[in-house]
């Protein structure tokens, strides 16, 4: 079916001109001249876009936009206008018009605005059925940082662009890749997640790339490498910040050519693959570290993508907590309800492990609820009382009861899987724990380990370890 097309022009000559353009381009174009015409035509029928002069015999075309949107909010508007003044432009950028060309504009242009304003009421469509709940899809919510992530996830959809997502740990990178691939022309494919920090990193390029038999101690048969596993479909890079140096260039190397060589191997091979990255971390200061390459990052944000918190998105948490425990049901929890006051007390936490966290706090409640409607006082009972967004150390048991408290939101955050909860929250506390050190003694490996009350060379070897730069400390002391 043509895209249908409202032309709003008492100018008869260019509006001819610009309808005979239009239809040979396929669409369909319905034509007046008065706002009271236009308002008839929007309540009877749908258009895909609005072009509307903004001096009409009736009125001013600018002016009544607000009764346009009120009757269609997602057509987009094309501005045209003889009063080419800063003025007019601004007040066609302030009404939010898509496009807005002063008299007289090259036809061709306008007959191009008008493709991608149509191509971008079809995203806004896929848009809302990506928001909806209940559709299957992994992305849950309606709040407006919610729909700018929706607009641009519909972006790439049609095209192998590759994606960078950014985001607090916690806000759902993943299901932003995994929105990407199910709706894409890739979605018959494999959908490959790896995360690069979990991965010891002597073996990510075994990893991503395979290996032959023989290549290193250990490699006693050929190994197929998430790159080929993928091949069709979406390779997902989680935590790319943490990857290694060595692994970064073969990877640039890999994105540039579209062909992978496995370690120890001689033979290139071809690989189909589209790209997602995605990293908790800001890579700017990594790249003037040299920690990250910067061709690399150019690379892989093609499509940048930012994931709000969840403290940004606040109206998400009903309808978030809602879905986890529909969720919960279905793995054999006890169906529960929320009341008003539970959901308000839900809105008022911080959530510094955002939608992770959140889930977990569901689950949790679907647990140890005793009734079927969970209310305020379960809330405060199960989850407790909300903490202060910085929890404080101070002395003898409050210092303790701080850590503990850090430690509780850490494990609420990541959720580590069984068997690696030890050495997860290890790591994770270990390397503040070194870095105030060097910082207490000014970069000094030695007086360092004597504060820490360890070994310089195991010092060493987790400074290592733990990607630390003992430079960044050094000063006069």
Request: net charge negative.
């Amino acid at each position: 079916m043509p895209a249908s097309i409202l032309l709003v022009e008492d100018d008869s000559a260019i509006a001819t001109v610009i309808t005979a353009a239009l239809e040979d381009e396929g669409y369909a174009i319905k034509r007046c001249t008065k706002l009271a015409e236009r308002d008839i035509y929007l309540e009877n029928q749908k258009f895909d876009v609005m072009l509307t002069d903004v001096m009409l015999e009736d009125g001013d075309g600018l002016q009544s936009l607000d009764a346009v949107r009120r009757s269609a909010p997602e057509m987009p508007v094309i501005v045209l206008s003889a009063q080419n003044t800063l003025d007019t432009a601004v007040r066609a950028s302030d009404n939010n018009a898509f496009e807005y060309f002063p008299k007289p504009f090259d036809l061709d242009e306008l007959v191009r605005a008008v493709s991608q304003a149509v191509a971008s009421r079809r995203e806004s469509s896929e848009t809302l059925s990506l928001s909806e709940e209940g559709d299957g899809m992994p992305l849950v919510g309606r709040s407006p940082a919610m729909q700018s992530v929706y607009r641009m996830i519909t972006r790439v959809l049609r095209n192998d662009l590759t994606v960078l997502v950014t985001g607090e740990s916690g806000t759902g990178k993943e299901l932003v890749a995994e929105a990407i691939h199910q709706l894409g022309s890739r979605r018959t494919g494999p959908f490959v997640a790896v995360n690069t920090a979990a991965i010891p990193h002597d073996l990510v390029e075994s990893e991503l790339f395979g290996h032959e038999k023989g290549a290193f101690t250990g490699a006693v048969a050929q190994a197929i490498g998430k790159f080929e596993q993928a091949n069709g479909g979406t390779l997902f890079l989680d935590e790319i910040g943490d990857m290694p140096p060595e692994a970064q260039t073969r990877l640039l190397r890999a994105l540039q050519s579209g062909r992978i060589r496995r370690v120890g191997g001689r033979q290139e091979i071809a690989v189909d693959v589209r790209i997602i990255a995605a990293t908790n971390r800001d890579l700017m200061p990594l790249i003037e570290a040299g920690r990250f390459r910067e061709d690399l990052f150019y690379r892989l944000n093609v499509v940048p993508i930012e994931l709000p918190p969840l403290r940004e998105r606040r109206e998400d948490i009903e309808v978030l907590s809602q879905h986890f425990l529909a969720q919960a049901v279905d793995e054999g929890l006890p169906q529960r309800q929320l009341t008003k006051e539970a959901v308000a007390g839900l809105e008022a936490r911080h959530w510094r492990g955002n939608v992770r966290e959140l889930r977990n706090a569901i689950y949790r409640l679907a647990v140890m609820s005793r009734k079927d409607a969970i209310d305020s006082e379960v809330l405060i009972d199960t989850l407790g009382e909300e903490r202060p967004m910085m929890p404080g150390a101070g002395e003898g048991d409050d210092a303790n009861a701080g850590i503990g408290a850090a430690l509780d939101q850490w494990l609420l955050a990541k959720d580590p899987p069984a068997g690696t909860v030890y050495g997860s929250a290890l790591a994770a506390f270990e390397k503040p724990l070194i870095e105030y050190a060097l910082r207490k003694t000014g970069g000094n490996q030695l007086r360092a380990a004597k504060l820490l009350g360890i070994n310089r060379n195991t010092l060493r070897k987790r400074i290592t370890e733990l990607l630390i730069e003992p430079d960044r400390y050094a000063r006069s002391i």
